[in-house]
């Protein structure tokens, strides 16, 4: 089985100051690993995704993630948030193969403080 | 390109009513995931549907239920609705390759009184 720990459940963060939010998951076999991002009162949109390859990802909005297999981590990073940039994001995984759908984390509220 | 979309957008309901929620997925996809979400608990994930089929299913009751249509478009049921139910509901859809990515509908937002 598979899931996903975001510890922080709420992040304030002053305007232009950088932000790590973070995600650590457990699985027994290789993963995808993806960033969502809820702004208020929409669904989810994909922030990135880490299928392969470099281990440095970058998304959408100036965020990026590095995956470390060792410590089992996908912190989501960005060097300067935006007002904008207030919303929940979800880290999620899923197996490369077999049933398990893909499980998400429980969120992490990213408030942004003028 | 439509986007996935989700009617209605906001139910209130009573307790011991039932309620079906519609989801058109996007064009050309054929999978079709359902999840609940509530302060806290983040994401449920209650079943995915791949060509009319269930392909997964969560740890929720046998009052939910969901089906999906040869146009890919898909429903959910609850019945016998308690206190508890109320949450958004989330659809997503996509071409049910693990790798890429759910595009999420705007959710339905239950409220059980």
């Known amino acids: 089985a598979q899931s996903v720990t975001q510890l922080d459940s709420q992040v304030p963060v002053f305007e232009e100051a950088p932000v790590e939010l973070r995600c650590n998951y457990s699985?027994?076999?290789?993963?995808?690993l993806f960033w969502y991002v809820q702004y208020p009162n929409q669904g989810l949109q994909l922030l990135l995704k880490?299928?392969?390859?470099?281990?440095l990802v970058k998304g959408i909005n100036g965020f990026e993630a590095e995956f470390n297999k060792s410590q089992t981590s996908f912190h989501l990073r960005k060097p300067s948030v935006h007002i904008s940039d207030t919303a929940e994001y979800f880290c999620?995984?899923?197996?490369?193969?077999?049933?398990?759908?893909?499980?998400f984390g429980t969120g992490t509220r990213l408030t942004i403080i003028p | 390109k439509a986007g996935v979309t989700q009617t209605p957008r906001y139910l209130i309901k009573t307790r011991g009513q039932q309620v079906t929620l519609s989801c058109s997925p996007i064009?050309?996809?054929?999978?079709v995931s359902w999840y609940q979400q509530t302060p806290g608990q983040g994401l449920q994930f209650l079943f995915e549907?791949?060509?009319?089929?269930?392909?997964n299913k969560g740890n929720f009751p046998g009052r939910f239920s969901g089906r999906q249509f040869s146009n890919s478009r898909s429903e959910m049921n609850v019945s016998t609705l308690e206190l508890g139910d109320s949450a958004l509901y989330l659809c997503?859809?996509?071409?049910?390759?693990?790798?890429?990515?759910?595009?999420f509908g705007s959710g339905t937002q239950l409220s059980v009184l």
């Open positions: 880490y299928l392969s390859g470099s281990t």
């Open positions: 064009s050309g996809h054929r999978s």
């Open positions: 699985s027994s076999v290789s993963v995808y």
């Open positions: 999620a995984v899923i197996a490369f193969f077999g049933n398990e759908k893909l499980t």
């Open positions: 997503a859809s996509s071409s049910g390759d693990r790798s890429e990515k759910l595009f």
């Open positions: 549907y791949f060509s009319e089929t269930q392909r």
